[in-house]
Structure formats: C-alpha cells, structure tokens
C-alpha cells in the first residue's frame, strides 16, 4: 500500500473523529475538567506538537477546524499572520501557495510534541532556486546547516548582506559590497593577493605591485592614505635638493637605483653612454651636492691608467663607454704583428703576459703592453713546445693561424701509404721520439706495418701486410685478399660465408707465442670440419660425393645396382618414400636421420 492512501486514510478517520468532538463541544464545556482531559485523549487523533500546544484539547478543535470538515485554511491564516501576508506578495516558499490548496498539502498536525511541521529536506533543498541566493564556494559548507545563516524562525528575515554573518574588518571604511574585493571562491584573506588594485585611484606599478598590503596601509585603513608624492611613503635620502618630484630621475621598476636615466643625464653636459649609464651615481658624486659639476674632460679622472707608461693617451682612444674590457685595438694598423687566424679574438692577456689578473684591484693592475716578442716560441715555446725546439723558434713553417694542426704538410716518398686511415692518425702516433723522431724524417720511405701496428695473426702469414690489407679499407679490414690464393678455393654457397664462421678466434700457441687470434693455417678442410653430419655415420664422410656447394640439397641421385628397378613404375617416387626419417641406433650412434639401409624385397615396401 502506498504512503499516500495510508495518509488519505488517516485523514478520513480523523475527520470523522473530529466530527464527533465538534459534536461533544457542548457537553465538554459542562463537563469537569478532569473528565474532559479523559474525553479528549479518546477522541483526538493524537497530540499537537509543541507550536500549537496552547490550542491542544477537544474543546480547542473549532479553533482550527470547521464543524465536520478539515482543517480551515482561512483559520490558520487568521493565526500565521506573517504566512498569509507572504503568499499574497508571493515571496518564500510560500509563493507558490493559493489559498485552496490546504495547508495541510505540507504540514501534517496531531504527530507529536517533536514532530516538524516544517518538511525540509536541507540535502536536496535548491537555495539558489527557492532564495535567490547562491551558496557556492565557501559558503557551500554551510548549505546542510541552515542555522548557521538562519537564527530565527522565519528564513525570510536573514539579509544578504556580508556584514550580517561577517565581522567587517574595515570598519564599513569601504561600504557594504564586500563582493567588489572579495569572492566566496576563496578564502576571504586572500583578497591580498587577488584585489585589483588598478580599481583605486593609485594604481600599483613596477617595484609596486609585490609590495605587502599592510607596508602602506599600516593602520588597516584602505582610504584616506596620501599619495600625491613619493615621499609620502619613501625618505628622501637627497635631502630634497632635486624637488619632491622623484620621477624626474626614478621610476617604479627599481625602487633602490641610484642611477640616472641616459636620457636625463643628456641634459647635463657630460650624457651617460653605454656602460657609464648602469654607474651608481654615488660612485662619481662622491662629495657636495648632487648638482655641483664633476670633472669629466679626461678618462683618468674617474679611470686608473692601468697601462702606466706603455700608453699615455686617453683612454677613449681604444676604449668606449658599451664596455671597458674588450677595447676595440686595431693591432693590425698600429702594430707590427697583425692579428689574423686563431689569434684573432684572444685576449691581450694571452701574449701580453705582463698584464695582472683581473681579480687584482683596480689601482694595482699594470697591464703593459711594450716590449711584446713576435716569434711563436714566446707564447707557445718552453713546455708548450710539442717538439721541445727540435724544429728551432719559427713554426709557420709547418703551422698556420688559421689551424695550428698540420693538415697541409705532405710527406715525402708513397703518398698512397699516407691516405686512407692513415691521413687523419696524429702525427705523434707514428713519430714517437724514441723510435721516429720527427727531424730524421721517416725511416724508411715507406714504413713496415709493424712498426706501429701489433700483428694481430700472430706470425700465422708473415709481415707482408699490404697483400691483404689496405689503407683505404674500414679499420684496414682485409679487402685485397682473395681466398683463391689459398689452398681451399670458396665457391658456391662457401663464397658468401663470413670469415669467422670458419675462422674461429682462440687462446692457444701460435707461431709467435701463446695468445689469442683468429686461427688462419692451418686449417682442416674436410666438410665435417664446419658441417655436422645428419647421416649419423651411414655414408662416408666424402659429402662432395652427393652433395655440391652450389646447393647442398641433395637434387638427383642415382642407384646405379637398380636402374631397372626405377626404370619402370617405381620411377615416380621421391626418395622419401623409401628412406623413412627414423630415432633409434645408428652407426654414429642413438639420434634421428633419415634411414639408408632399407630392405630391396617387396615386402620391405609391401607388407602381404
């Protein structure tokens, strides 16, 4: 049965039961009181919950219902004053109410003192739809507790405005409109760091904008404060000597420079350039006031001359003001010695060894530069010198600036012997001092192999290693050698086999000693020397008797004894038909072949 016709029954019954205590009115009304509580509680429903307690007992019924009918619509909105005057603005939920509907459609009566008359389901209650006002973000926790917003009775009577649940921090300095900082997506003190700040009258720029709240607004308050200069809030440490207006020299970007602007200082008669323009003004004003006037007329004023009496002219005539270091020195034209090749771009320190290093204070650097040597031997001779002086102090003879390595230099004798892998070796890999020094010259006008390389074959096929090996080939791979040379010609399949496939490489004693290498003679040449035998010992070991390399399958094979065997009807068939692939006892032993020995009787074949 369903809840609906268990609450229609209830209804019916209790209106007849009310009938009958309308009825009875009369007669309660003489009764004694105490007999008329006993009456009551046999004919009512049940008891009235604690809001209507006052009209509770039979002879209060007509209070709220018409003789032998429901409850009264017009009776309960005689007392719920409040109800009636919202339905007829249609505000709350009762907006939506019309005056024949019932109140008891939502409110149930004689349930009980601590039954509620007020069926909210606050889980699926829409406040947004019902109120108008959203819950979202941080007020969404509070959508399951109603009382937190709500202290009264009426939900009606709550504001929406901030103030009336939020303490205002500011002391309505700001008005009402929290929202205009604030949002309920976030906490509320994080308006700090989301507030717009170009929506008040000074607007935060450059060094302005990191800067704490509360480092200018000090007492909490957020209007009212001065801003019409910046010494409102900064000191100024020139003593207003240049005016209150700051921003003739200083911008938001760095609250602490002490520099100028170029262009500003372009109203002065000296302009600051380059890098004079990052020079702290404090560094050139060293004493009186900012505007007395500086002398400027010559570099050493400011700038120690580190180069003493190598250079006495000024110092705009190598330096400019993008940068000190670095001096644009034309060594070509006032110099002897012109810079070209790898020695373009290398800092003067480099040859000019007089000169200190940079982390040595200004006033005692010295770097001089008279008296520099052009030979070679002064910057890379001594130790540097690879060929400790063999080939004297001048090295153009060999070396150009372009490169310092020896490309261009040809050697005498085979040219062939010098290209290939040989062309990009180092010269110090061949010309080691105790064996080849560079000033005798080759030994020979061309080398043996093995006085640079190791022989890898180990005396198996002499010193003689260009007749297999080449300069040109990949790591002097073997290219020259033809194995028809040798005593096992390749042919057929053998020719495409690699080396090691036969060539096995091991630790034993060679020709020169025990070592390791690739075995080259000598060498067993028989078949079962790289090929297994899948006969298992049933033929000899002659496989060249069967078998070519061209394919090694066998193709055609003929019994000479039985020509006239398989002349006839027993020519069709392949040899598998009689020679069966069988495990068992073989002469080489148990394994798995196929079987030669087979029996020429028919019945071998052809069981009865």
């Not at 079987?595 to 028919?602: D, E, K, N, P, S």
Request: include cysteine; charged fraction near 25%; charge should be positive.
């Amino acid at each position: 049965m369903s809840r609906s016709l268990i609450d229609n029954g209830r209804r019916l019954v209790r209106g007849a039961i009310l009938g009958a205590c309308l009825a009875l009115a009369g007669l309660l009304a003489t009764a004694a009181t105490a007999e008329a509580r006993q009456l009551s509680s046999l004919v009512s429903p049940g008891p009235l919950t604690r809001a209507h307690k006052a009209v509770d007992g039979v002879s209060n019924c007509s209070q709220c219902h018409e003789t032998g009918r429901r409850v009264s619509v017009t009776k309960c909105l005689t007392c719920h004053k409040p109800i009636a005057e919202r339905i007829a603005r249609q505000a709350g939920v009762h907006r939506t109410a019309t005056a024949g509907a019932g109140c008891v459609t939502c409110h149930t009566e004689h349930a009980g003192d601590d039954a509620d008359l007020r069926r909210l389901n606050r889980q699926t209650f829409d406040h947004a739809k019902e109120t108008g006002f959203v819950l979202d973000g941080v007020h969404k926790a509070t959508a399951a507790k109603c009382e937190s917003c709500h202290k009264k009775r009426s939900f009606l009577e709550a504001s929406t405005v901030c103030a009336t649940c939020h303490n205002d921090v500011h002391k309505p300095t700001l008005g009402n409109r929290c929202e205009t900082c604030h949002s309920t997506t976030a906490p509320f003190k994080t308006a700090r760091t989301t507030f717009d700040h170009t929506k008040a009258k000074f607007v935060l720029t450059g060094a302005h904008v990191p800067v704490k709240c509360e480092s200018c607004h000090k007492t909490g308050a957020f209007r009212g404060l001065a801003f019409d200069s910046c010494s409102s809030c900064h000191k100024d440490p020139h003593e207003k000597r240049f005016g209150d207006t700051c921003t003739t020299c200083h911008n938001t970007e760095r609250w602490k420079t002490n520099t100028v602007s170029p262009v500003e200082h372009a109203r002065t008669v000296f302009p600051l350039l380059g890098a004079h323009a990052k020079v702290a003004c404090a560094s050139c004003h060293t004493k009186g006031p900012m505007t007395d006037p500086v002398a400027h007329d010559r570099c050493s004023t400011c700038h120690v001359n580190v180069h003493r009496d190598s250079l006495k002219e000024d110092c705009k005539t190598c330096h400019t003001e993008a940068t000190f270091r670095g001096a644009p020195f034309d060594h070509t034209a006032k110099t002897k010695f012109a810079l070209d090749g790898k020695h373009v771009g290398l800092e003067c320190a480099k040859c000019h060894t007089s000169i200190s290093p940079h982390e040595v204070p200004l006033a005692r650097k010295v770097v001089d530069y008279g008296g520099a040597s052009s030979e070679c031997v002064s910057c890379h001779g001594g130790p540097k010198d690879p060929h400790k002086g063999e080939f004297g102090r001048t090295c153009d003879s060999c070396h150009r600036t372009g490169t310092f390595d020896v490309k261009a230099f040809k050697h005498s004798g085979t040219a062939e012997f010098y290209l290939g892998s040989h062309e990009k070796v180092a010269c110090d890999k061949c010309h080691v001092p105790a064996r080849t020094p560079l000033g005798t010259g080759s030994p020979h006008p061309k080398p043996a192999c093995a006085t640079c390389h190791v022989d890898v074959h180990l005396a198996q096929v002499g010193t003689d290693c260009e007749a297999c090996h080449t300069v040109d080939g990949a790591k002097f791979k073997a290219t020259k050698f033809l194995h028809t040379r040798s005593t096992f010609a390749l042919t057929g399949k053998h020719q495409t086999t690699e080396c090691v496939k036969c060539h096995k490489t091991e630790t034993r004693v060679f020709a020169s000693g025990h070592g390791t290498a690739m075995v080259l003679k000598p060498m067993d040449f028989s078949c079962k020397a790289c090929h297994a035998d899948v006969h298992l010992g049933q033929v000899d070991q002659k496989c060249e008797t069967c078998h070519q390399t061209t394919v090694f399958k066998l193709l055609v094979y003929r019994h000479k004894e039985l020509d006239d065997f398989f002349a006839g009807f027993h020519g069709k068939y392949g040899c598998t038909a009689c020679h069966k692939t069988e495990t068992g006892a073989f002469p080489a032993g148990q394994g798995t072949a196929i079987r030669f020995q087979v029996g020429r009787a028919c019945v071998a074949c052809h069981p009865k």
